[in-house]
């Protein structure tokens, strides 16, 4: 005699997709208010790569980006659409991800696409200035 296959459903649903927003290493980080986006990104071959997980959004509408000192900010809103009384597990409204930019990072010349529910934005780094200053002491007469 088989056993019917269970699908087991979260306790408490709201407290699992918040959760599931955080990194790993995160124990507790507060969404303040929104979801949070999540991201891959790398430094490689001269610029900044990172990609934002945003499905079901339209990017020309739904998306916005905004760079403001050396931080790049996405956000996102995802409507929901009641067609059925099923059980819906998507996340529906305001989705949104700060990232500080590498150092060089050149602001100016930031691209974006949007692919399959993949946000790819591409910052090219220049050679950053000098953070180290050498300061001249003078001395007191």
Known sequence: ???????????????????????????????????????EDEVKDGEYRLKAEIPGVDPEKDVDITVRDGVLTIRSERSETKESNGRS???????ARAITLPPGADDDSIKASYDKGILTVTVPLKEPAASEKHVAIESAK
């Open 1 to 39: 005699m088989s056993t019917p296959a269970v699908q087991r459903r979260p306790m408490w649903p709201e407290i699992s997709d918040f959760f599931a927003g955080l990194p790993a290493w995160a124990n507790l980080r507060p969404t303040l208010g929104g979801h949070i986006i999540k991201v």
């Open 89 to 95: 597990e998507f996340s529906y409204g305001s989705f």
